[in-house]
DNA sequence: CGGTATCCATTGCGATACTG
DNA sequence: CAGTATCGCAATGGATACCG
């Protein structure tokens, strides 16, 4: 325990890698970059691959995930103009991650929603 | 029949569990899950691990992280208040995959950097 | 100590319309 | 097809004040 110390007490992130982090994980980007994990994508397809998201935050999300080289952005035709969208090797190395990420949100989902049953008939005989 | 598939099958997760998954990747919510797999710690307390967190944003953390059965809220004082917050069974399920999260962005974040310069410098130059 | 309540600025996001 | 531009609302998040 000698040494060390600095801002060792605070987090393993400094601010700006937790702002990646929370681009990565943004609520579209994780669906995003799972989708295209399976494989490559025109801008359309990826709205009926992901029925919920909108034009505008589907193109929100690409940008930022091109910008941080978890995507590909490549334009195959000029007219009418056709974009493919696919994972980028700095994305693929994500795979596994978020693959085990949505596999304990499907695993545990049934004990969370016990907690949550839990939790609301307390604070409801409190409250 | 279900009559709530509609195109939502190809997902692995539904809407409810997806959304159970932005709660806990929440960037406050990781911060909190991480150092309570530390130790218990007291509101306060877990207020300085997290100096940027205010405590209306660490009290809406808490609430949901416990509603959620992530953490367990113990008051352990009556006369000054006091509780603890510790990391719940299900909480501590979550470990490996907030370390792999951030052990990821720490390894990564050099070779994002680069991609953003790139990506900047591109479309400086077209626009 | 460990919150709640309130106000307010900023942001996000959906809907809509339009373009190369 | 693959976007951009604009608008308006709703939700988020900080600051502050107060309470058991």
Redesign the interface.
Known sequence: MPETTLAE?????N????E???Q??D?WS??VL?TLCGRPLRFNELR?????VTQKSLTTTLRRL????MVERVVTGTRPLAVEYRIAP?GK??QD?VD???G???A??A??E???R???DETTQRG
């Open positions: 007490a605070d987090s393993p992130l601010a700006e890698q937790r990646l982090l929370d990565v994980l609520k994780l669906r799972e009926r691959e992901i029925p919920t091109e910008r941080n080289g700095l190395t994500l991650l085990a990420l949505f304990w949100t499907a545990n989902y004990e969370v016990r907690a949550r839990r939790f609301d």
